[in-house]
């Protein structure tokens, strides 16, 4: 069984730039799918980016796309979220969750999750 813990949040003027970090132990983080969602408050939890456990293929929110960046570290087992242009409307707790489905899916159901990390953006 995985466990998830991020990291990388804090608060930063619009336009600046965090990466998240979403480190795992238990297993190593290759054998999943994994997804960063975001929740802010008053509002749903909404998928924001995700990559596939069988060929690493990245797939992106339309409200993301061309700022935010996921990747896979196999050997720090850790995957990240580079946010760049960030902007207030991205502010939000940020969580990052696994499955094992070959590929992954914006929203996707997943058993494990990390315990978020707040991401403050100030206009």
């Known amino acids: 069984q995985v466990q998830l813990v991020e990291s990388g949040g804090g608060l930063v003027q619009a336009g600046g730039s965090l990466r998240l970090s979403c480190a795992a132990s238990?297993?190593?983080?290759?054998?999943?799918?994994i997804g960063w969602f975001r929740q802010a408050p008053g509002k749903a939890r909404e998928g924001v980016s995700c990559?596939?456990?069988?060929?690493?293929?990245?797939y992106s929110a339309d409200s993301v796309k061309d700022r935010f960046t996921i990747s896979r570290d196999n050997a720090k087992n850790t995957v990240y979220l580079q946010m760049n242009s960030l902007k207030p409307e991205d502010t939000a707790v940020y969580y990052c969750?696994?499955?094992?489905?070959?590929?992954?899916?914006?929203?996707?159901?997943?058993?494990?999750w990390g315990q978020g990390t707040q991401v403050t953006v100030s206009s």
């Open positions: 969750a696994a499955n094992v489905a070959r590929r992954c899916a914006l929203g996707m159901n997943a058993p494990y």
């Open positions: 238990g297993s190593t983080l290759n054998r999943y799918s």
């Open positions: 990559i596939s456990r069988i060929d690493d293929a990245t």
